[in-house]
């Protein structure tokens, strides 16, 4: 067995990487942009033995792991090697505002009505950027590659938002792809404003979204008018030929997504829409369930679960421990070929208390609350190709031609991937060793607290 020694080493000799061999690599087929190279050996958990050759940035070549290696080598002994990981769904605006909210008590509304008053008293530019900064250095820092966050979009707070996002993405852009989707409740589009906000989206690039809730209220109420709003939206997307990504039926008793579903195949929209949360369809009767995966096959939604915040959120009473998780079925919308993705959602915010924009932490949890073990099979899909996939960006995968963007754990096995939470991992971007830190919380300290 190899002494810990190596990852100092290692990091020192990555700084100049012009031509560099990572020997023995093992990496999850799952992550894998091509077919395993002919000759390679898989092992149990479905993970491949492989060099990988780096030349100026880039993967140049990738092939069975050889005994004999040139004095470009580093030897990796067998450990695991991914490539930076996607966070298909997070609120970098509402992060870190969980001190200075007033209490949430840990409830859906509750949250809701804590980040409305804090964004009304609070979220002016600058406080914005300084939020946003610390949560992409922290991500930086955990070695994530692409986030798409959804934005607060309410007319008033929108464009100052947006222009925040604008700057933050040109920032980051050489290291963390960055997307934004909107989100204003469903009944903003009754009126003019949410065609503005279709109009301020499409300026900057972004994909339209929002939450099957009305204003000011909770999942599952509400919208009888739920089908027109939907119309509206598709519509002022097709206009602007947007993506759309939706928060849908974040609650035990919704039942939005089959409007959504068919609203996507009423303006041919299929392949274009995401949906996150979705935590009523796990309560639904197995008849039911499969009709419903059958329908969403059908509009071609894709699904992004959210189980660290659904867990957080649902169920919740005063003395009285949760009976119901609030996941999504995830293995059955996966077996029905549906793309699905696991990301964060919300970090230390009235939503969700904690978090630390570490996609590698989430997919950790995501395997054991969502039973994506025994076998391990592809669920690393979920926070790598099938995130990316969701986000039609080139990420996510280790492939010939693609930059360099990579994880080197101290494991072995993917027992080991996820019993541990690889502070000591070593993150290559295009290459070169990163030598980012996480942002100290030292950096809020001034932040007013509720
Ligand atoms: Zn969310």
């Avoid at 119309?231 to 997307?237: G, I, S, T």
């Avoid at 829409?273 to 096959?297: Q, W």
């Avoid at 919740?316 to 070929?337: F, H, I, N, S, Y």
Wanted: aromatic share 4%.
């Amino acid at each position: 067995m190899n002494d810990l020694s190596l990852f100092p080493s290692l990091a020192a000799r990555l700084a100049r990487p012009e031509r560099i061999r990572l020997a023995k690599a093992r990496i999850p087929v799952a992550l894998l942009a091509d077919d395993v190279p002919v000759g390679a050996e898989v092992d149990r958990d479905g993970s491949a033995r492989l060099d990988i050759l780096i030349e100026n940035g880039r993967i140049a070549r990738i092939a069975p792991a050889l005994a004999d290696h040139s004095n470009d080598t580093i030897a990796l002994d067998d450990r695991h090697v991914w490539p930076l990981l996607i966070d298909a769904h997070a609120h970098l605006d509402k992060a870190h505002t969980v001190r200075r909210a007033p209490g949430s008590g840990g409830t859906h509304p509750g949250a809701r009505a804590a980040t409305t008053a804090d964004r009304l008293a609070h979220w002016n530019a600058d406080d914005l950027l300084r939020r946003m900064e610390f949560g992409l250095a922290t991500a930086d820092a955990h070695g994530v590659a692409a986030i798409r966050t959804h934005l607060d979009s309410h007319e008033g707070q929108a464009e100052i938002t947006w222009s925040v996002f604008a700057e933050v993405r040109e920032r980051w852009k050489g290291s963390i792809t960055l997307q934004a989707a909107g989100l204003v409740p469903l009944d903003v589009y009754r009126d003019d404003y949410g065609a503005r906000l279709a109009d301020i989206i499409a300026n900057h690039g972004g994909l339209l979204g929002g939450v099957t809730r009305a204003s000011g209220g909770t999942h599952g109420s509400g919208l009888d008018d739920i089908d027109l709003l939907l119309d509206r939206l598709f519509a002022l997307a097709k206009e602007r030929e947007l993506g759309v990504d939706l928060h849908v039926d974040e609650a035990a008793q919704a039942d939005a997504l089959p409007h959504v579903a068919r609203a996507a195949i009423r303006h041919s929209y299929e392949g274009r829409v995401t949906c996150g949360h979705c935590c009523s369809l796990a309560l639904l009767s197995e008849n039911e369930l499969r009709d419903r995966i059958s329908l969403l096959s059908d509009a071609g939604l894709s699904i992004v679960t959210l189980p660290t915040v659904n867990m957080y959120l649902q169920d919740r009473q005063d003395g009285r421990t949760p009976r119901w998780r609030g996941v999504t079925p995830v293995q059955e919308l996966r077996a029905a070929g549906i793309s699905v993705a696991a990301a964060g959602d919300n970090c230390r915010d009235p939503f969700f208390a904690y978090g630390d924009h570490d996609m590698l932490d989430t997919w950790r949890q995501s395997v054991r609350i969502l039973h994506l073990d025994h076998p391990y099979a592809d669920a690393v899909a979920l926070a790598g190709p099938a995130a990316a996939g969701i986000m039609g960006i080139d990420a996510g995968t280790i492939g010939v031609g693609r930059p360099a963007d990579l994880m080197i754990l101290e494991a072995w096995s993917l027992d080991q991937v996820i019993a541990r939470p690889h502070s000591d991992r070593v993150i290559l971007r295009k290459g070169v060793f990163s030598n980012r830190t996480l942002p100290s919380y030292g950096m809020l300290a001034d932040f007013p607290t509720a």
